[in-house]
């Protein structure tokens, strides 16, 4: 039995891992919910889990919690509360589902707790990727894909010898506006950016899957994930997002793993390894979902990935000045303050008048963070609508 505390709860990956949980009652058991401030649903989640206590950042919304749940669950608040939950002795595994730098932290305390890591969060990663996998190291805990591109590598190079990897080619959806020109771009509504084509997922992973920004912060992961060199990962385009990701060994060999579009599969699956459970959702209808096809991403007219692949490149604390600035970009953009096309230039400003630190530790990473947080909002506000 795995012991879970479920870090986003309330989130697209969150409430989908409450019901893979709920599906393997025999295997897995969610003790601890946290979320930032939906009390609704962490109320729901609660008395259909009964875990030993949640958890709402919000401090205002945990009051309201405490109300709902009164007699039924403990209701912790704040950032310590988080804290609490990914640390808690009565867990073994922490899946992060917050959306975010705000995953950092918590996660990286429940590696120093000695607790695996069923990642979603690849911010974390991006943001400090070299800091969460030598802790991961130090402590001799694993650090196990969510994300749907790096479960399938991680199947897939269960095939070889890491030695014998050519490539990791990484599969993107290409989003809803694949084909568009930058005119087309500069028109894009936040109506027509939320319809991702293939996946349901929350507001900020859905605005970087159109502009792909989360094809370059998935480069960044799987860098972290499995210790693999620029130059041996590629993207390319998928539409129909079936094929989820492939590894390339030295002899010609591609190894790809193929799914549904469901993220109930990597979840479990990031869960269950090394063994595999039965499957509790639709399976992959091979025929009807042909046929399968692939081409080269565009990065002339979906910058975020080429600014993203540049910071990548540049290594150090550019990857999290870029996550920095993508965040408070997409959450402007959210909120109707700039337009689609400011996204990648407010993010490329920041990145540009970042100063440059080889190897930050936590604090020169929080430092980071903050000024490139601090310099979009300005870019922001000069641009706003
Ligand atoms: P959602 O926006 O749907 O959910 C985010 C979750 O994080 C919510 O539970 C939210 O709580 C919580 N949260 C937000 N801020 C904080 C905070 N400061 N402290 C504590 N909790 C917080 O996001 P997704 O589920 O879509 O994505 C989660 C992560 O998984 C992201 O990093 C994303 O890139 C990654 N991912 C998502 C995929 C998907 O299919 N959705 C696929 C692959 C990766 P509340 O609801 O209370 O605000
Ligand atoms: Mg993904």
Redesign the pocket.
């Known amino acids: 039995m795995k012991n879970i505390a479920l ?8 409430r989908q891992t409450a019901e893979v949980a709920l599906a393997n009652p025999e295997e897995l058991s969610i003790k601890v919910l ?5 009390a609704e649903v962490l109320e729901q989640q609660a008395r259909l889990l009964r875990p030993d206590f949640v958890v ?2 919000d401090e205002a919304a945990a009051l309201e919690l405490k109300q709902r749940l009164a007699g039924h669950t403990e209701v912790l608040a704040g950032e310590e509360g ?1 804290l609490a939950a990914a640390t808690y002795g009565g867990i073994d595994t922490v899946l992060a ?4 730098y ?2 950092l932290r918590p996660t990286l305390a429940a590696i120093r707790k000695g607790k695996n890591i069923a990642l ?4 974390t990663l991006v943001a400090a990727g070299h800091l969460v996998m030598a802790a991961a190291a130090e402590e001799g805990v694993s650090v196990t894909p ?3 591109e790096h479960s399938a590598i991680f199947q897939a190079l269960q095939a070889g010898k890491k030695s014998e990897v050519k490539r990791l080619i990484i599969t993107a959806s290409g989003g809803p506006f694949r084909g568009y020109t930058r005119e087309q771009l500069a028109e894009v509504t936040l109506e027509q950016c939320l319809k991702h084509p293939t ?1 349901q ?5 859905t605005v970087d899957s159109s502009t792909l920004a989360n094809k370059g912060l998935e480069v960044m992961e799987a860098h972290w994930l499995f210790a693999m060199p620029y130059e041996k990962i590629a993207v390319v385009i998928h539409p129909q997002s079936i094929v989820h990701s492939l590894v390339e060994y030295v002899d010609g060999s591609v190894i790809a793993q193929l799914g549904a579009p469901d ?1 109930r599969l990597p979840i479990q699956y990031a869960l269950s390894y090394p063994r595999r459970f039965p499957a509790s959702y639709d399976l992959l209808d091979l025929v009807g979902r042909s046929p399968l096809t692939f081409e080269e991403p565009d990065l002339e007219t979906f910058s975020s990935l080429r600014i993203a692949l540049d910071c990548a490149e540049a290594g150090g604390n550019l990857p999290c000045a870029f996550n920095a600035a993508n965040e408070e970009a997409v959450a402007a953009f959210l909120a109707g303050r700039i337009r689609y096309l400011d996204i990648p230039i407010v993010t490329e400003k920041v990145c540009l008048q970042t100063e440059q630190l080889s190897h930050p530790d936590l604090e020169a990473i929080e430092a980071t963070d903050r000024e490139a947080r601090r310099a979009a909002r300005a870019h922001v506000n000069s641009l706003s609508l």
């Open positions: 870090l986003g709860s309330t989130g697209s990956i969150g946290a979320a930032h401030k939906n709402l950042t988080l589902a917050v959306v975010g705000a995953g979603a969060n690849k911010e969510v994300d749907s996946w997922m929350g507001p900020k992973v993220m």
